[in-house]
């Protein structure tokens, strides 16, 4: 419609529209080149975060945060906008603090780093058929420092039933970047993550404390633009407690589900042993924090800044997990 | 209000000359029943093919399809620089995916093309719009803000039409730089005088829920409904906002403040489990509906609070008010009698010079 070179007359009102359109094209296809960059970008202007009606390139606006109203005659509940319960949070540590006390006998090593009042997202292994860390680790901040943690998980918790609910009342909440970026910049948070996923829990008895891909290193963008501290957590135990000897893939292909194994647990108790914990002590050891220079808020990050630190923080875990290892006498006591 | 806080309120605005569709609607009555209390709306024409629903002091109610050639002329000939579009439906159990198509699709894309048709006075446009748009599924953020997608393609009709006209309006815009076009979606809505499928779930004496699922739900107060509408006619804010009552609570905390105990719906083949109350004319619980019973849906409302609109009721208020509001009327029966539109009536009130137009405030 235009020419490139050719502004063209831009007379009458009809056409002054046009030219009002163009330019916003114009800055849209400008804006698109910006993005091609690898470069860091320099912060953006602030803009509501009502969506335009005019295509533009989506930027995230900085927010303040969005407390719940108190509405405490009507409430019956305390449910809060991530669908955990305190009340349910409660009940769950006092039947988990047991297994947590007498039976993992879960041993800290260095909580004071993680803070007591602001954001931080707590980055640790991930390991056992039945992934006994993330209970572990979420029971023991909270008692010690008094604070919830928000657990991330994958989407296939919140499609179960009853289980799915129970998961989102004990602090579960699916791991889509919005929500661990709202956790973590506006609510001022503590946020777990597992960047092996699956691929952690999943891996066999003989590959134990050999750390899987920790993603794409999401989690490290996310931090970044929240501006909050990524906190490296090891934990050793937890791959004996529920130790895999062997998967089938045939199975989980026809339950639809990520894998299917056979645990020891299984050999020795039975099927129903499955889901019983062997007890193996837990020691976990949080590392220094790691504070990123990285502007907060940005749009995006460049790819090789986000994997070196990814690859660096799951270098700082490996390394602590074998330290540990070095000094262990047992894996029982 | 007083004519002193309308001068304030007007800020030197000139006389405004409003169009609203879906007069017939809930909605639409409501919203024209509260322009009629602006001194600076000089004019208000309504259209349906429906008579209107309250009775309304001024509005100039037109019968009329949403045939393009009618509505272009309507535009030209009344002048209107405002036009509201109401007439978007959602509630899938009143009415045909055809008719869903047919207005919300058809209506919209003629509305527009007359709107934007060459000499056409219209300077600002405003769309009540759904959140049913978000659709409601495992993969979705805990928060929808405006600028998100939608993680699930949309299974129903009433989603499709709504993004299909969400389409048209985003045209419209581009196409109409000295148009202000702000579109509103709305949560969920309950209040005394509405008909929804939460509110038709609710009132019954046990309420369906889906085994094993307590999804965190919003909704938004008809009064907040008119209100961000006519705050959005009365200030220029261009863009999509979310409105919706602030908080959330879970299905069975709503059900708990209502007083209703919960009938469990298996988890699974819930649309047949659900066939059986439809069947029996018990509550009519639609696929969308069923997805938000499961998976939930919550917008950010910050934007349009942000805006300047002030919200008169929260999430939990908009519940407690409706729960007052069925203990009334299950001592009382139905409090609000239906208006019946009488033309002859309607008109000897607005043009007779017999009727004193004095003291109508």
Not at chain 1, 81 to 86: A, F, K, N
Not at chain 1, 309 to 320: D, F, L
Not at chain 2, 305 to 312: N, S, V
């Amino acid at each position: 419609m235009f020419p490139s070179g050719m502004p063209g007359h831009f007379d009458d009102p009809k056409s002054s529209n046009e030219r009002a359109s163009y330019e916003r094209s114009q800055r849209v296809v400008e804006a698109i080149a910006d993005e091609s960059n690898v470069i860091d970008l320099g912060p953006r202007a602030e803009q509501s975060s009502a969506q335009s009606l005019v295509p533009m390139p989506p930027r995230r606006a900085r927010e303040l945060p969005d407390p719940e109203p108190p509405d405490r005659e009507i409430r019956t509940g305390d449910v809060d906008p991530w669908g955990r319960s305190e009340r349910v949070r409660s009940i769950a540590r006092r039947m988990y603090d047991p297994l947590y006390r007498y039976w993992f006998r879960v041993q800290w090593e260095g909580i004071e780093h993680i803070p007591t009042e602001s954001g931080a997202l707590l980055v640790s292994n991930h390991a056992g058929a039945i992934p006994s860390d993330a209970p572990a680790i979420m029971h023991g901040i909270e008692t010690q420092l008094g604070r919830p943690v928000y657990g991330l998980a994958e989407y296939l918790f919140r499609e179960l039933p009853g289980l799915g609910t129970l998961w989102s009342r004990a602090g579960g909440v699916t791991a889509h970047p919005d929500n661990a970026y709202r956790l973590l910049k506006e609510d001022q948070q503590l946020v777990l993550v597992f960047p092996e996923g699956a691929k952690g829990t999943g891996k066999l008895y003989k590959d134990r404390y050999r750390l899987a891909r920790f993603g794409r290193g999401g989690f490290v963008e996310i931090a970044m633009r929240a501006g909050v501290p990524i906190i490296p957590i090891a934990v050793v135990g937890a791959e004996e407690s529920m130790p895999i000897l062997f998967k089938s893939r045939r199975l989980a292909n026809l339950l639809g589900i990520p894998y299917a194994p056979i645990t020891a647990n299984m050999l020795m108790f039975g099927p129903l042993g499955g889901l019983a914990y062997l007890p193996a002590k837990f020691r976990i050891r949080v590392l220094e924090p790691i504070h990123f220079t990285a502007e907060p808020d940005q749009e995006r990050y460049s790819r090789a800044r986000v994997m070196d630190a990814s690859e660096m923080i799951r270098g700082r875990i490996q390394e602590a997990l074998y330290d540990m290892l070095r000094t262990r006498r047992s894996t029982w006591w | 209000m007083t004519c002193c806080e309308h001068d304030a309120a007007l800020g030197g605005r000139s006389i405004m000359r409003v169009l609203v569709t879906g007069l017939g609607t809930f909605w639409g009555s409501r919203l024209a029943q509260a322009l009629e209390q602006f001194d600076d709306v000089e004019v208000i024409v309504g259209l349906d093919t429906n008579e209107p629903r309250l009775p309304l002091e001024r509005t100039e109610f037109v019968r009329a399809d949403s045939d393009y050639s009618i509505l272009q002329r309507i535009v030209k000939a009344t002048k209107v620089d405002t036009i509201l579009h109401t007439h978007l439906l959602v509630d899938s159990t009143e009415h045909s995916n055809r008719r869903m198509h047919e207005v919300n699709v058809i209506g919209t894309m003629n509305l527009l093309a007359a709107a934007g048709a060459a000499g056409s006075t219209v300077r600002k446009l405003i769309v009540k719009s759904s959140t049913l748009v978000y659709g409601a599924g495992k993969r979705d953020p805990y928060f929808f803000r405006e600028d998100m997608e939608r993680t699930t393609p949309p299974h129903t009709e009433v989603e499709r039409s709504l993004l299909e006209t969400s389409a048209f309006v985003r045209d419209f815009a581009v196409d109409n730089p000295h148009v202000v076009v702000t579109k509103l979606r709305f949560s969920n809505a309950l209040g005394d005088d509405i008909t929804s499928p939460f509110a038709r779930s609710l009132s019954l004496p046990i309420v369906p829920e889906i085994l094993g699922f307590d999804p965190r739900l919003q909704f938004v107060h008809e009064d907040d409904i008119t209100g961000a509408l006519i705050f959005a006619t009365r200030n220029d804010i261009p863009g999509v906002y979310n409105v919706a009552g602030r908080g959330t609570m879970p299905w069975s905390e709503i059900c708990q403040v209502i007083g209703k105990r919960r009938l469990p719906l298996p988890p699974f083949f819930t649309n047949w489990a659900a066939e059986p109350l439809r069947m029996t004319r018990v509550v009519d619980l639609p696929p969308e509906v069923l997805d938000l019973l499961r998976y939930g849906r919550v917008v950010d409302t910050r934007a349009y609070r942000r805006a300047g609109f002030e919200y008169k009721y929260t999430t939990a208020a908009t519940v407690n008010a409706f729960a007052r509001s069925l203990r009334l009327e299950s001592v009382v029966g139905d409090s609000n009698p239906s208006y019946r539109y009488e033309r002859d009536v309607e008109t000897f009130f607005r043009h007779s010079p017999a009727i004193s137009r004095e003291g109508n405030e």
